[in-house]
């Protein structure tokens, strides 16, 4: 496995385009990067608890991911490199 140079991504803004680039995000580079994303409210409280979850196109079951999630972007880790 090569070491990947990204090691923290935020999407600012998890609604429905937002949620999907940080839940495929997640899924895909597993524990090269931190995923992290601002979010406001009942959102960011649904996504704390149980995830970003995608539905694709023919699947049964969502697309689970685990992120960070805050709505203060001051809480997350300042970018490496």
Not at 20 to 31: Q, V
């Amino acid at each position: 496995m090569t070491s990947s140079p990204l090691k923290n991504i935020c999407i600012y803004g998890a609604g429905a385009l937002g949620g999907a680039i940080a839940a495929k995000l997640a899924s895909g580079l597993g524990e090269q990067a931190r995923i992290s994303v601002i979010a406001r409210g009942a959102h960011l409280d649904g996504i704390r608890t149980q995830g970003i979850r995608l539905w694709e196109a023919g699947a049964d079951k969502p697309l689970v991911a685990q992120v960070t999630a805050t709505d203060d972007a001051a809480e997350l880790p300042r970018r490496i490199w």
